[in-house]
């Protein structure tokens, strides 16, 4: 079983940029596709990014597409979400994910996800 840890969040002013790293355990995160959620209070948890097994596809939620950035260093066991020009509304907890199916569809569905993280709080002032 994966074990993953997020870091990297933060109090950030509307328009600058954060990196969120996701570190796992294990000697398997290179079969996972992994994802980044967010969820913001009173809010139910919502997908942001995936990014495939060997880091050459990646999908985005349409709220965060042109401004966020998801890649993967299997070396390190690391998954990354950067996030430039953000926004007040961008504020939540961000939680990664890892899908150990063998799919070769990337899930925006958190109910698809099979190991979580703690997450790591991004806030962003305006």
């Known amino acids: 079983q994966a074990q993953l840890v997020e870091s990297g969040g933060g109090l950030v002013q509307a328009g600058g940029s954060l990196r969120l790293s996701c570190a796992a355990s294990?000697?398997?995160?290179?079969?996972?596709?992994m994802g980044w959620f967010r969820q913001a209070p009173g809010k139910e948890r919502g997908f942001v990014a995936a990014?495939?097994?060997?880091?050459?596809?990646?999908i985005y939620a349409d709220s965060v597409k042109g401004r966020f950035t998801i890649s993967r260093d299997n070396a390190k066991n690391t998954v990354y979400l950067q996030m430039n020009s953000l926004k007040p509304e961008d504020t939540a907890v961000y939680f990664c994910a890892a899908d150990r199916s063998d799919t070769l569809h990337l899930p925006s569905s958190r109910n698809l996800y099979d190991y979580w993280g703690q997450g790591t709080q991004v806030t962003v002032s305006s």
């Open positions: 990014i495939s097994r060997s880091g050459d596809s990646t």
């Open positions: 294990g000697r398997t995160f290179s079969r996972y596709i």
